[in-house]
């Protein structure tokens, strides 16, 4: 293997293994690892939009606040967001006619 092939193929497993990696995510969420990682990155772009110059944040406790009925499931996501504020977020589930799940996110409305 040529030396440049070598380093792509090091760079993409490396990056692969990132993404495939589990995230902490304490509480009650009924979401599996593949939609804990979408929500978290997605909130994260939220938070960078609006709060923070950095994607670092900890989510610091999730709460099943409808369980599925049948058409969509709501969760309420607490985070601590990378300026130090705590934030939160409404994450809606419902199967998506493709397969798989669709979700939706929301600031918190108490």
């Known amino acids: 293997m040529k030396p440049g092939a070598r380093y792509a193929f090091f760079l993409l497993s490396g990056t692969l293994l990132l993404a495939c990696a589990t995230v902490n995510v304490p ?48 969760e309420k996501w607490d985070i ?11 994450v809606s589930f419902r199967p998506s006619p493709q397969g798989g799940t669709d979700f939706a996110i929301r600031k918190w409305q108490p």
């Open 27 to 74: 509480g009650e969420t009924r979401a599996d690892s593949v939609l804990k990682r979408s929500v978290t990155d997605f909130i994260k772009q939220l938070e960078v939009a609006y709060h923070c110059s950095t994607m670092k944040l900890i989510v610091t406790n999730t709460q099943v606040t409808m369980p599925f009925d049948g058409k969509q499931s709501q």
């Open 80 to 90: 601590l967001s990378c300026n130090g504020e705590n934030h939160s977020y409404e």
